[in-house]
């Protein structure tokens, strides 16, 4: 499947800001310029990774990821931002992205492909389960206010 597309790695400041107007759509508040190129540099300095799917040029399906251990799965490669344009949705490249890193994650030992989704977007939910993901849990989230402020 990975081999019907250009599937590659975003690593320079223009592939990176190529993709984030991509990702932009899935997540609206980030910044498309230098702001945003400077973002995913510090994410990368922690070990988040880009991997877009091309037609031509231009990346049409991104994948943000990057390898995570711990007691639950063991190392698992984990999907931060997954996301195909609007425009290009329903031409497998999704499939294909997931494909290879699905790939990526066997090659470097991993047990599973983790990711997280809004409750909120069913369309997702039914690309994910088709896909081969099973919903296994619940994600928890909330803002250090809500705890109050230590004395």
Not at 10 to 19: F, L, N, Y
Not at 74 to 91: C, E, F, I, M
């Amino acid at each position: 499947m990975a081999g019907m597309f250009r599937i590659a790695p975003a690593e320079t400041d223009s592939e990176i800001r190529a993709c984030l107007k991509l990702l932009k759509q899935l997540r609206a508040d980030l910044d498309d310029g230098e702001a945003g190129v400077a973002k995913i540099r510090r994410q990368m300095a922690q070990g988040y990774r880009m991997m877009a799917s091309y037609s031509g040029q231009d990346p049409v399906s991104l994948a943000g990821y990057r390898f995570v251990e711990n007691t639950v799965r063991g190392k698992t490669l984990y999907v931060d931002d997954l996301v195909t344009d609007a425009n290009a949705r329903s031409k497998r490249h999704g499939e294909a992205l997931i494909a290879a890193l699905a790939d990526e994650a066997r090659d470097a030992g991993c047990t599973a492909l983790v990711l997280d989704s809004s409750v909120s977007n069913a369309k997702a939910h039914r690309f994910y389960l088709k896909a081969g993901f099973d919903i296994v849990g619940f994600h928890f989230a909330a803002p250090l206010e809500r705890f109050g402020k230590p004395d």
